[in-house]
T-cell receptor
Framework: QKEVEQNSGPLSVPEGAIASLNCTYS??????FFWYRQYSGKSPELIMF????GDKEDGRFTAQLNKASQYVSLLIRDSQPSDSATYLC??????????FGGGTRLMVKP | DGGITQSPKYLFRKEGQNVTLSCEQN?????MYWYRQDPGQGLRLIYY???????QKGDIAEGYSVSREKKESFPLTVTSAQKNPTAFYLC?????????????FGPGTRLTVL
C-alpha cells in the first residue's frame, strides 16, 4: 500500500514568517510530487510540482525534494493570511496515478 | 472558458436512492478521475478512465459506477449499495501522459444523505 503522510496540523505561523510543510512517502518508485492548496469548501488547486532532487522556486513558494530520504517539503515565504488553507501533497507513482496525503492545515495569523 | 464543470454543486439523497454526479471537461484531456474527500481527510480515488469506453476501479470503487461514452464526460453514479456516501466528490482530468502531467480539478459536488 502506497502511503503519503502529512502532519494534519494546524500549523500556525505569524504573518510574514516562513511556513514549512512536510510530506513523506513510502513508494521509492515515485517519480513526481505535487503540492495543491485547498481552501475550505473548495477544490484543490495546483501550487507547483517537482521531480528532481533539490529545490524548485516559484514566487514565494519553494518545493524541496529528497528522494533518498523520501521526503518532500513546501516552504512559503512571507506568509499572508490569504495563505491560510489546507495543503495537500500528492505523489505520482506506478501507472501515473496520484496518491494524496491527508493534508496539513495552515493558519497565518495577522 | 476551458475547464472542468461539475453539477450539481449540492446534492441530497434519500436512503436507497441512486444519484448521478456530472463531470464535463473541455480541455481535450484523455484521462479523467473521480475522488472522494471526507472531512479533514485527503482524496481517495474511486474510478478513473484513461480513454473513452474504458475505466478502472480505484481504491474505493464499491457502491459506485461510472461510464465514459464521450471524451468530455465522466459521470459518477452513487448507488444504494454505498453505505456512507455523504462526502465531497471531486472530478479531475489530465492528458494522462508523462509523470509531470498535472491533474486539474472541478469545483466539486457535496453529497448529503438525508
Amino acid at each position: 500500500q502506497k502511503e503519503v503522510e502529512q502532519n494534519s496540523g494546524p500549523l500556525s505561523v505569524p504573518e510574514g514568517a516562513i511556513a514549512s510543510l512536510n510530506c513523506t512517502y513510502s513508494d521509492r518508485g515515485s517519480q513526481s510530487f505535487f503540492w495543491y492548496r485547498q481552501y475550505s469548501g473548495k477544490s484543490p488547486e495546483l501550487i507547483m510540482f517537482i521531480y528532481s532532487n533539490g529545490d524548485k522556486e516559484d514566487g514565494r513558494f519553494t518545493a524541496q525534494l529528497n528522494k533518498a530520504s523520501q521526503y518532500v517539503s513546501l516552504l512559503i515565504r512571507d506568509s499572508q493570511p490569504s495563505d491560510s488553507a489546507t495543503y495537500l501533497c500528492a505523489v505520482n507513482g506506478a501507472g501515473n496515478m496520484l496518491t494524496f496525503g491527508g493534508g496539513t492545515r495552515l493558519m497565518v495569523k495577522p | 472558458d476551458g475547464g472542468i464543470t461539475q453539477s450539481p454543486k449540492y446534492l441530497f439523497r434519500k436512503e436507497g436512492q441512486n444519484v448521478t454526479l456530472s463531470c464535463e471537461q473541455n480541455l481535450n484531456h484523455d484521462a479523467m478521475y473521480w475522488y472522494r474527500q471526507d472531512p479533514g481527510q485527503g482524496l481517495r480515488l474511486i474510478y478513473y478512465s484513461q480513454i473513452v469506453n474504458d475505466f478502472q476501479k480505484g481504491d474505493i470503487a464499491e457502491g459506485y459506477s461510472v461510464s465514459r461514452e464521450k471524451k468530455e464526460s465522466f459521470p459518477l453514479t452513487v448507488t444504494s449499495a454505498q453505505k456512507n456516501p455523504t462526502a465531497f466528490y471531486l472530478c479531475a482530468s489530465n492528458t494522462g501522459q508523462g509523470v509531470t502531467d498535472t491533474q486539474y480539478f472541478g469545483p466539486g459536488t457535496r453529497l448529503t444523505v438525508l
